[in-house]
């Protein structure tokens, strides 16, 4: 007995493999997010951006741009939601950062 493949079979099984597959990166690509590397604040690139993983001991002094308000959390940067402890940075690609950090490219997120 010889089984046919209809047509209509065919594109239906690739409408529904073209709908799986992105819904599977988005899946995977929240969970690469959450595994990121922490940013050491001896990296070079840190280093020279005046990162500190906690925005309240910046040394105002010698960033006067700095104002206490500012967080990475609430940087246009930042990547992760508002509840997020830590998230992906725009700046720092392939590092997370705090959502209490700062740093010298803080920009406000816009509303």
Do not use: E, H
């Not at 493999?17 to 050491?40: E, K, Q, R, T, V």
């Amino acid at each position: 007995m010889q089984n046919k493949i209809s047509r209509r079979a065919i594109v239906r099984g690739g409408l529904i493999a073209g709908a799986f597959i992105p819904a599977m990166g988005l899946m995977s690509g929240s969970a690469a997010a959450a595994s990121l590397p922490a940013l050491d604040p001896k990296d070079p690139t840190a280093q020279a951006l005046g990162f500190v993983p906690d925005a309240t001991k910046v040394d105002a002094a010698a960033n006067p741009t700095y104002k206490p308000t500012q967080k990475c959390g609430n940087c246009a940067q930042y990547q992760g939601k508002a509840g997020d402890a830590t998230a992906g940075c725009n700046i720092f690609a392939g590092k997370s950062v705090p959502q209490g950090g700062w740093c010298k490219v803080w920009a406000q997120k816009p509303a």
